[in-house]
């Protein structure tokens, strides 16, 4: 499994050697962005390279990121919504994370940055006007040489049954089913997925013939549908291998409660 592999030794980098793309890797990477605009109609988002990274890292230092620990990179990738709305959000961090995917095959290294809450005033000035409201940025550039001798820290995982269940939250599912429906290497790989604080808020409900995705709410009682949107570019692609063919279908539904815990419905996909 391709992706599976990929998604398994994939990490965000978080250092960045301070050299510049040259022109022709620029160019590739303008067209990439055009490429992914285009195939859902330019109608959700527009990717901005911003190229004066050191003054971006030095006014944003202390205020973006997770406790205002900015990422230093020599360039920055804003994700600029064309409206607010939920399908917006989830489209294009869906493509924000199919972007990466490809940047990283051209031996670029990316990070998301969190941005949402910079003061506008100060966006304005580091990135302009018309980029006042992006939530996200992607750390982009060249990762510096990681040393063999030293393990690299790994992220935390949870296991396939933390976040996969039968018929409904919180009733597990056993592995021989998985198997028997071709689900097991998916949902072994697709948690190497990315999210924000690392907390894996995705959960997947199987029922008949269908997969329901919920997100899990956060203690301060928050979700994030980036994370929404980068689980099911992963699923998709996984899915492919095993032949899953159909689309997600964004849900409008009540939340579901389990215990002490709140999910949010967020869509579903025909098996
Ligand atoms: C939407 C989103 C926002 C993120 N924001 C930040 C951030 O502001 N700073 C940071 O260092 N990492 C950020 N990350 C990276 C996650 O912390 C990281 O993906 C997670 O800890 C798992 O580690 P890994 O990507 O190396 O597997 C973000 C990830 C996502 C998906």
């Given at each position: ?6 998604l398994?030794n ?19 990477v303008?067209?990439?962005f055009k490429d ?5 109609d330019?109608?959700?988002f527009n990717f901005?390279?911003?190229?004066e ?8 230092n202390?205020?973006a990121g997770y406790?205002?620990v900015?990422i230093?990179?020599p360039?920055?990738?804003g994700?600029?919504?064309k409206?607010v709305n939920?399908?917006?959000?989830i489209?294009?961090?869906y493509?924000?994370?199919k972007l990466?995917?490809l940047l990283t ?10 941005i949402k ?9 580091v ?6 409201n992006?939530g996200y940025?992607v750390?982009?550039g060249?990762p ?8 690299e820290?790994?992220s935390?995982r949870y296991?396939v049954?933390d976040?996969v ?6 009733n597990?599912i056993n592995?021989?089913?998985l ?7 998916l949902?072994?790989y697709?948690?190497?997925a ?7 808020p995705w959960?997947f ?5 269908k997969?329901?995705l919920l997100?899990k709410y ?5 979700t ?9 570019y992963?699923f ?20 579901i409660?389990?215990?002490d ?5 967020i869509?579903e996909?025909?098996?």
């Amino acid at each position: 499994m391709l992706m599976g592999n990929f998604l398994k030794n994939r990490k965000s980098v978080r250092d960045f050697k301070k050299k510049k793309m040259d022109d022709r890797t620029k160019t590739e990477v303008l067209e990439i962005f055009k490429d992914l605009e285009m195939e859902v109609d330019n109608k959700y988002f527009n990717f901005i390279l911003f190229e004066e990274g050191e003054k971006i890292y030095n006014v944003l230092n202390g205020l973006a990121g997770y406790s205002g620990v900015m990422i230093e990179s020599p360039c920055y990738i804003g994700v600029r919504l064309k409206e607010v709305n939920d399908k917006s959000i989830i489209t294009a961090s869906y493509y924000t994370e199919k972007l990466m995917t490809l940047l990283t095959h051209r031996n670029l290294g990316t990070c998301w940055v969190n941005i949402k809450d910079v003061d506008r005033g100060v966006k304005v000035k580091v990135l302009g006007e018309e980029n006042k409201n992006i939530g996200y940025l992607v750390a982009l550039g060249y990762p510096k040489a990681k040393n063999p001798f030293v393990q690299e820290p790994t992220s935390s995982r949870y296991g396939v049954s933390d976040i996969v269940f039968k018929d409904k939250i919180g009733n597990s599912i056993n592995a021989g089913e998985l198997e028997k429906r071709g689900l097991e290497d998916l949902f072994y790989y697709i948690r190497f997925a990315p999210s924000n604080y690392n907390l894996q808020p995705w959960r997947f409900i199987i029922k008949d013939d269908k997969i329901l995705l919920l997100l899990k709410y956060s203690e301060e009682g928050k979700t994030d549908l980036m994370d929404a949107g980068i689980i099911m570019y992963y699923f998709k692609e996984l899915g492919k291998v095993i032949g899953i063919k159909s689309e997600w279908q964004l849900l409008e539904k009540e939340d579901i409660e389990c215990g002490d815990s709140r999910y949010r419905v967020i869509a579903e996909i025909k098996l």
